[in-house]
């Protein structure tokens, strides 16, 4: 099974702020890795696939990068609605896993 | 608009048995992949299954296989998973989620969860 180990998993920041979330994977996945934002009593939703490629509707201050065991998912400017859980998750390895999750919180 | 909505859920003892549906609207079910994704009470996500359109491939974790069962029902735009033998540590909301079928380039991808039901709570205990 392919591990993956999200750092820090607790982010302290202001609204403006920039973001910066690791997603380190126990073997190679490729590029083959989704971030997923995820609000108290929400379902999550589907920000980048593919490493770096947004979801339809997610604006540009969200952006991936990484290739193999590290990927990094960074958020330009903190606004208020981005303050939230995050998750990684791969689909280079059967079976599909998901990291731990970073929140990010208001400092 | 694309709506996923999960039922069935509830309290059930050890050793039981619940069978959760997903009701699915505003795209064409048959198309897609399907999944589902548990969270046990504040815990991160875990994937529990997946069945190709069509059903003819299904996969599992090793920690529900034999256990649960994916099915879906074209027709009746619903997915479902039957869980058996049923362990406390079951406990969770228990998400299905659609796969997104191609990206941005118009190319095929796979096992990328674009849409999400709310979920359907199921508690194991006695």
């Known amino acids: 099974e392919t591990v993956l180990t999200q750092s820090p998993a607790t982010l302290s920041l202001s609204p403006g702020e920039r973001a910066t979330l690791s997603c380190r994977a126990s073997?190679?996945?490729?590029?083959?890795l989704a971030w997923y934002q995820q609000k108290p009593g929400q379902a999550p939703r589907l920000l980048i696939y593919?490493?770096?490629t947004r979801a339809t509707g997610i604006p540009t201050r969200f952006s991936g990068s990484g290739s193999g065991t590290d990927f990094t998912l960074t958020i330009s400017s903190l606004e208020a609605e981005d303050f939230a859980v995050y998750y990684c998750?791969?689909?280079?390895?059967?079976?599909?896993?998901f990291g731990g999750g970073t929140k990010v919180e208001v400092k | 608009e694309v709506r996923l909505v999960e039922s069935g859920g509830g309290l059930v003892q050890p050793g039981g048995s619940l069978r959760l549906s997903c009701r699915a609207s505003?795209?064409?079910?048959?198309?897609?992949?399907m999944n589902w994704v548990r969270q046990a009470p504040g815990k991160g996500l875990e994937w529990i299954s997946y069945?190709?359109?069509?059903?003819?491939?299904?996969k599992y974790p090793d920690s529900v296989r034999g256990r649960f069962t994916i099915s879906r029902d074209d027709a009746k735009n619903s997915l479902y998973l039957q869980l058996n033998s049923l362990r406390v540590e079951d406990t969770a909301m228990y998400f299905c989620?659609?796969?997104?079928?191609?990206?941005?380039?118009?190319?095929?991808?796979?096992?990328?969860?674009?849409?999400w039901g709310q979920g359907t709570l199921v508690t194991v205990s006695s």
């Open positions: 073997q190679g996945v490729s590029y083959y």
């Open positions: 989620a659609r796969e997104l079928l191609y990206n941005i380039g118009g190319q095929r991808v796979w096992h990328y969860l674009d849409y």
């Open positions: 069945i190709t359109s069509g059903g003819g491939i299904i």
């Open positions: 505003g795209f064409t079910f048959a198309d897609h992949q």
């Open positions: 998750q791969q689909r280079g390895n059967w079976p599909l896993t």
């Open positions: 593919d490493a770096s």
